[in-house]
């Protein structure tokens, strides 16, 4: 198992490398990688194909929140993967606001520009985009739902099990909507939003595929690196900047909870409070 774990984290295959590199999986996708593999050894030494390894080990609860009546009944021991290697803080990536222009002003065509600057602007993830429908828009009240559709023919899947309305769009995101509906979609009859224009099937709907080849081309017109998911971070970075609590950027995401926010954008304020400090200081540097 030790060896499956230094292979999946291997950059490439029998290259020796002179400078370091890189793994080529994360911490956290080498961790989801064998939570499947353990449930399939469970599975297997259930049906009695494979004698019983000793993949997990038991051990006392060590967590700092006890629940109501907690110590009264006997303590239960936590079974943990025996294998699992430590996750660090991931360092999201984002943009500048002149880097994200520079990314729509690449975009050849409305569509393109429309989901760059939905993403952008709302935060939302690259599935809610590409399952949204004409209908869940509604550009009088300058507000948009994401509706988690299990029928949806591109596969697009929302993650989160009710619809979330989006408010407070931009009159330039509307502009930019009504400039492709008018313009680009005269003759489609499909009411998704992000459909096919000038490769594939024209009129279905966009995949992830599609989104993909889109962001590797301009990514390479900008001469940078970008994925839809940076857009969603650069998104929140800005309302954390511009003063947002994490409790409303918490709503706006439609995060389970505050502490998966605090996880994963906390550091950010941090970072601000060092630039004000940094900032303060230089008053006394003389």
């Known amino acids: 198992m030790q060896r499956f774990v230094a292979w999946l984290r291997r950059p490439a295959g029998a290259v020796e490398f002179i400078v370091p590199e890189q793994p080529k999986r994360s911490c956290r996708t080498v961790n989801t990688i064998l939570s499947a593999v353990y449930v399939f050894y469970e599975y297997q030494m ?58 729509t002003n690449a975009c050849n065509c409305y569509r393109d520009k429309l989901l760059i600057q939905l993403l952008y ?89 599609c989104v993909l080849s889109l962001f590797k081309r301009l990514s390479h017109q900008v001469g940078f690196y970008i994925r839809p998911h940076m857009l969603r971070h650069t998104h929140v970075t800005e309302l954390l900047k511009d003063g947002l609590s994490m409790d409303w950027v918490q709503v706006r995401l439609k995060h389970k909870s505050v502490q998966t926010t605090i996880d994963i954008y906390g550091h950010l304020t941090t970072e601000d409070l060092t630039e004000k400090i940094d900032a303060f200081n230089k008053k006394y540097e003389r």
Request: glycine share 10%; with cysteine; hydrophobic share 35%.
């Open 46 to 103: 259930c049906l009695g194909k494979v004698a019983e390894l000793p993949i997990y080990k038991y051990v006392k609860d060590r967590r700092t929140y006890k629940p109501f009546l907690y110590g009264i009944g006997k303590s239960k021991k936590i079974r943990k993967a025996r294998l699992k290697l430590k996750e660090g803080k991931e360092n999201i990536k984002t943009l500048t606001s002149e880097q994200v222009k520079q990314v």
């Open 121 to 209: 602007q709302t935060g939302i993830r690259i599935g809610g985009a590409l399952g949204l429908r004409h209908s869940d828009i509604n550009t009088i009240f300058k507000k948009l739902e994401i509706v988690p559709r299990e029928d949806n023919v591109n596969d697009a899947r929302a993650k989160f099990d009710e619809p979330h309305c989006i408010t407070g769009l931009s009159q330039g995101l509307i502009g930019l909507y009504i400039e492709y509906v008018s313009q680009e979609l005269i003759g489609i009859d499909s009411d998704y939003v992000f459909v096919n224009l000038y490769n594939g099937a024209i009129g279905e709907p966009m995949t992830y595929n």
